[in-house]
């Protein structure tokens, strides 16, 4: 091959190279605008807010949740202090009676977590929960007669009831086990529980859970 010919292949490479280069600069920067608009798309949606009677739904349903929890840890403690215990009365009523508060704590600090997710301020998310306390007492979830249809609860609220679930549960089998325990084994009533709050994570990735009625 002559020095003329290898220097034609050369050139013909050359711009073959660059035509590629080229187009494969194109069609990068194509991937990159559709990325680009895609993205900006997104950010201008709207997001989907809860109109108040889609709240009021998930409020209710967290009420709910929250004091049919308080009630059945509530119902435990009440049903194993009416046993014939090892223990003597005064300790027996001591461990039930700080059971009892510790529930009442728990129950009054979850309706604030809740008074707080819908935008209430310290203060008033602190009388929301007084409120719908007395609303309970006076009309406990054991004692209706009507059931209320099962909703899925944000995550946000999900996880307030959730925790109170746990919490509550732990409260009623710490003092179960120390009413029913030999004299000699009895140890000092529980110490008060971590309160539930808003910020606590659903298990696993956010996700809902529908409300027993």
């Known amino acids: 091959m002559t020095r003329r010919a290898r220097e034609e292949l050369g050139v013909r490479i050359s711009l073959r190279t ?10 990068l920067l194509a991937v990159a605008l559709i990325f680009a608009i895609g993205a900006a798309a ?20 967290a ?15 009440r049903k194993v202090r009416a046993l014939n215990l090892a223990i003597t009365a005064t300790q027996a009523d001591q ?15 979850a309706f604030v977590s809740l008074g707080q997710i819908l ?7 602190d009388a929301y929960s007084t409120a719908t306390e007395g609303r309970f007492d006076q009309a406990p979830l054991a004692k209706q007669t009507a059931a209320a249809s099962p909703v899925l609860l944000a995550p946000r609220f999900y996880s307030v009831a959730s925790r109170m679930s746990e919490l509550a549960t732990l409260i009623a089998d710490q003092a179960t086990t120390q009413l029913t325990a030999p004299p000699s084994q ?8 971590p309160s539930p ?16 009625p």
């Open 95 to 109: 461990i039930a009676g700080k059971a009892f508060a510790d529930l009442r704590a728990l129950r009054h600090s």
């Open 18 to 27: 660059v035509r590629i280069a080229f187009a494969l600069g194109g069609a």
């Open 63 to 77: 009420e709910r949740d929250v004091e049919r929890a308080y009630e059945q840890a509530t119902e435990q403690v």
């Open 186 to 193: 009895t140890s000092a009533p529980p110490t008060a529980q």
């Open 42 to 61: 997104r950010a201008n949606e709207p997001l989907a807010v809860a109109s108040p009677p889609q709240t009021a739904v998930q409020q209710g349903a």
């Open 197 to 212: 709050s808003p910020t606590v994570r659903p298990s696993g990735t956010p996700s809902a859970s529908p409300s027993r």
């Open 119 to 125: 935008g209430m301020a310290a203060a008033e998310a």
